[in-house]
Nanobody, 124 residues
Framework: QLQLVESGGGLVQPGGSLRLSCAASGFTLDYYAIGWFRQAPGKEREEVSCISSSGGSTSYADSVKGRFTISRDNAKNTVYLQMNNLIPEDTAVYYC?????????????????WGQGTQVTVSS
């Protein structure tokens, strides 16, 4: 059974850090680009960061550049999103998604398979 499972979300104070993980089971992530997206209440799902299959190419939304870092460990079949200096505007459900290609896309429609999401809440 193909499965993507996000973990690492939670409640954190402004300025704090979290590391999200996206673990795959039932298939290998080696050949696929991965994206992290988020959706806040009342808003559309938006791209946060994406990474190519090799990890050699990445992209970030302007709102998270310099604060978030995407990485992947293909040996562990896992992709990570390190989030530093969190702000309340980062509060959302975070999703990882797989694209059936080695290069990433910029929109949710470019991705083929999604995890269930993990809640991130930034609040004092």
């Amino acid at each position: 059974q193909l499965q993507l499972v996000e973990s690492g979300g939670g409640l954190v104070q402004p300025g704090g850090s979290l590391r999200l993980s996206c673990a795959a089971s039932g298939f290998t992530l080696d050949y696929y680009a991965i994206g992290w997206f988020r959706q806040a209440p009342g808003k559309e799902r938006e791209e946060v960061s994406c990474i190519s299959s090799s990890g050699g190419s990445t992209s970030y939304a302007d709102s998270v550049k310099g604060r978030f870092t995407i990485s992947r460990d293909n040996a562990k079949n896992t992709v990570y999103l390190q989030m530093n200096n969190l702000i309340p505007e980062d509060t959302a459900v975070y999703y990882c998604a797989v694209r059936g290609s080695d290069s990433y896309g910029d929109t949710p429609a470019d991705y083929d398979y999604w995890g269930q999401g993990t809640q991130v809440t930034v609040s004092s």
